[in-house]
T-cell receptor, first 113, second 112 residues
Framework: SQQGEEDPQALSIQEGENATMNCSYK?????LQWYRQNSGRGLVHLIL?????REKHSGRLRVTLDTSKKSSSLLITASRAADTASYFC?????????????FGKGTKLSVIP | NAGVTQTPKFRVLKTGQSMTLLCAQD?????MYWYRQDPGMGLRLIHY???????AKGEVPDGYNVSRLKKQNFLLGLESAAPSQTSVYFC???????????FGPGTRLTVL
């Protein structure tokens, strides 16, 4: 099945620095979503970017989508200790009747105070 | 507005026992999903539902059954638990199939 793959698997930065994580996928999509998961908790939606969009912002988050390269990036600016979490990209399958999201294995971000 | 809730939060089973996990949402969402998450892995879809009375198989459906008798509830059943089903189970719901999914807090299941 199609799957998004995040890169890197783990990232450790100092508080205040920017964090960039990437997601690559295999086939055409309708949209791509990013989720955050704090340790032991459920996933929380961050941003949804549609296939006809190239960039989207939400607070300190910036997501880009390059459909020609089948890749997306999530940038967290001015990171805080509270940003420590795992980040997952999720892709759907384009075409009618697809109701499934496929999640990657995630990037584990550690922000050191 | 509680969002998505899951019952129970933790459970330990012996091999061969059965149990049902309950998911409830109060957002009037049509779509509901059951995922499992194993260490170092992303979420894998077990079963999903696109409306009351409907269910469909996801990526890893074997050993599980589901029912959606009421719009707000989605039940996941394990008829004969196996150690390979030790995992954290997440329920989610969404307004449409391509929309944001809202997740419950998870159920940590251990099968001995």
């Amino acid at each position: 099945s199609q799957q998004g793959e995040e890169d890197p698997q783990a990232l450790s930065i100092q508080e205040g620095e920017n964090a960039t994580m990437n997601c690559s996928y295999k086939t055409s999509i309708n949209n791509l979503q990013w989720y955050r998961q704090n340790s032991g908790r459920g996933l929380v939606h961050l941003i949804l970017i549609r296939s006809n969009e190239r960039e989207k912002h939400s607070g300190r988050l910036r997501v880009t989508l390059d459909t020609s390269k089948k890749s997306s990036s999530l940038l967290i600016t001015a990171s805080r200790a509270a940003d420590t979490a795992s980040y997952f990209c999720a892709t759907d399958l384009s075409g009618a009747g697809s109701y499934q999201l496929t999640f990657g294995k995630g990037t584990k971000l550690s922000v050191i105070p | 507005n509680a969002g998505v809730t899951q019952t129970p939060k933790f459970r330990v089973l012996k091999t061969g026992q059965s149990m049902t996990l309950l998911c409830a949402q109060d957002m009037n969402h049509e779509y509901m999903y059951w995922y499992r998450q194993d260490p170092g892995m992303g979420l894998r879809l077990i079963h999903y539902s696109v409306g009351e009375g409907t269910t469909a198989k996801g990526e890893v459906p074997d050993g599980y059954n589901v029912s959606r008798l009421k719009k707000q509830n989605f039940l996941l059943g394990l008829e004969s638990a196996a150690p390979s089903q030790t995992s954290v189970y997440f329920c989610a719901s969404s307004y449409s199939g391509l929309d944001t999914q809202y997740f419950g807090p998870g159920t940590r299941l251990t099968v001995l």
